[in-house]
């Protein structure tokens, strides 16, 4: 806009907020600037990825083989389901504040199916992007939008400290180590009855042999004298 500007490098962006420029050579020009609207697609499709991925780790590891009779290792873990549960609440919640035609995920394609991964229409987000990048912008970016109500609670659940997994895996830990004494302790009983055991058959073995002694004896006095 015919405003003069002044660098060291022939690349800065403080210029126009968002946008590197570089310059080539010396003279005029023009410089346009669009959207990268392929680039905010991918970002999109990798935040739906990385959610499926959550849904499908804990699906994977919840599941109970009935042939085996056994279960995967998140196989009734609470704190697993309430991480999907508390993400599916996130991404079917309506973003406040925002216009009404444009304020949830499903309204820009993006919708969850009956195994909790969600799926995009491809043609309806092309679409918002477009004609409505600001709206879709701030369904993830407002002040309670998707994205960063997310982050906020991916933030917290694994805080290290404080967070719930942190409390869980402290949890979980806590009782393998309960249940390791209480095996060191049965070992230890198990090992003292074997002793005593051990001590109640020689006894027995002792005795045995005593009596066979003495049935020997008192039957060879009752057994007639050949003269």
Not at 67 to 96: C, F, H, M, N, Y
């Amino acid at each position: 806009d015919t405003l003069p500007m002044t660098r060291s490098t022939n690349t800065f962006a403080d210029a126009i907020g968002g946008v590197t420029i570089t310059l080539t050579k010396a003279g005029s020009g023009t410089l346009s600037v669009t959207n990268d609207t392929e680039a905010i697609r991918k970002k999109i499709e990798g935040f739906v990825s990385a959610y499926n991925d959550i849904v499908s780790l804990v699906s994977t590891n919840a599941i109970y083989d009935t042939k085996t009779k056994k279960g995967g290792p998140l196989t009734g873990e609470s704190t697993a389901r309430d991480v999907v549960s508390r993400l599916q609440a996130i991404i079917g919640s309506r973003v406040a504040g925002l216009p009404e035609e444009l304020r949830v995920l499903s309204q820009i394609g993006i919708k969850t199916g009956s195994d909790g991964k969600l799926s995009i229409d491809s043609p309806l987000l092309a679409d918002k992007i477009a004609t409505n990048l600001a709206g879709v912008s701030d369904l993830f970016n407002a002040t309670g939008g998707v994205a960063g109500t997310v982050w906020d609670y991916a933030d917290q659940a694994t805080d290290a400290i404080s967070g719930s997994l942190a409390y869980r895996t402290k949890g979980l830990g806590t009782i393998v180590s309960k249940i390791g004494s209480d095996i060191s302790r049965v070992e230890a009983r198990l090992a003292k009855e074997e002793t005593a055991l051990r001590a109640r058959f020689a006894k027995l073995e002792a005795l045995l042999g005593t009596l066979t002694s003495q049935s020997s004896f008192l039957t060879s006095l009752a057994l007639p004298s050949n003269r």
